[in-house]
C-alpha cells in the first residue's frame, strides 16, 4: 500500500493567549482529497490545522493536529520518503515577533512586527524528506499563471495546483474550488470551476498516474 502525507485546513499564529492571526480556510478541499487518496489505495498521513468539516473515519486515515506552521513543519520531517506529499494546507505566512504571555490590553493602536514562518512545503520538497512526488497549491489573484509556475519551481514541486477566485466563486469557506492544475513539464489540466469531491478527484487521477489527461497551452 502506498503511503501519502497531506497537509489541510488553515493555521494559527498567536498574538496573545486569545488574538491570532489565521485564514479561511476551511479543510473542504483536503478532505476531498483525502477521500479521493482513498479510492487509490493510499495510507494517508493527514496533518491538519484548524478544520470546519468532518474527518473521514478509516483505518487506512491517521490525522495529527498542528496549530502553527512551526508544528505542522515538525510532524512533517517524521515522515521520510512517502510516496506523495500533498501541501494543501494555507499555511501562515508570517508570525508575529515577539509573542505575548499575556492578554494586550486595547490602547490606542497596537502595531506588530511580522517575521517570515517556516515554509513547510519548500522545507518538504527540496530536503531528505522529500516525498517522491510532491503536489503543491498557489492562491493567487493576480498575474495567476505566471505566480504559479513562478511557485512550481522555486518550491520544487512536481505539480502546483492553481486555485484563483471568480465574481461568483471565491473559494475558501464555500463548496467549490477553480483552477488549473500545472506539471514540472509546462502541461496543465484546467480544471475550472467545480465542486471542491470533483475538483479532488479529478487532480487525484493526474497525480496518481504521473500524467495530465489533457493537455493545455499555459
Known sequence: ????????GSTREYI????????????????????????????????????????????NVKYIFTSSAKEMLKEAKKYKSVDLGIFNAAVGDYKVEKYSKVKIKKNNGLSLKLINNPDV???MSTGKNKPKITVGFAYETDNVLQNAKKKLLSKNCDFIV????????KIFNTNYNNGILIGRSGA?????????????????????????PTIYSV
Request: net charge positive.
Open 1 to 8: 500500500m502506498k503511503k501519502a502525507l497531506i497537509t489541510i
Open 16 to 59: 496573545d493567549p486569545v488574538r491570532y492571526i489565521s485564514n479561511e480556510s476551511s479543510g473542504r478541499q483536503g478532505m476531498a482529497l483525502i477521500k479521493s487518496l482513498l479510492k487509490y489505495n493510499y495510507k494517508i498521513i493527514c496533518l491538519h490545522g484548524y478544520i470546519q468539516v468532518k474527518q473521514i473515519v478509516s483505518k
Open 121 to 123: 512545503l519548500k522545507s
Open 162 to 169: 492553481l486555485n484563483y477566485p471568480t465574481p461568483k466563486n
Open 188 to 212: 496543465s489540466l484546467k480544471i475550472g470551476s467545480v465542486s471542491k469531491t470533483i475538483f479532488a478527484d479529478k487532480i487525484a487521477v493526474s497525480y496518481t498516474h504521473l500524467t495530465l
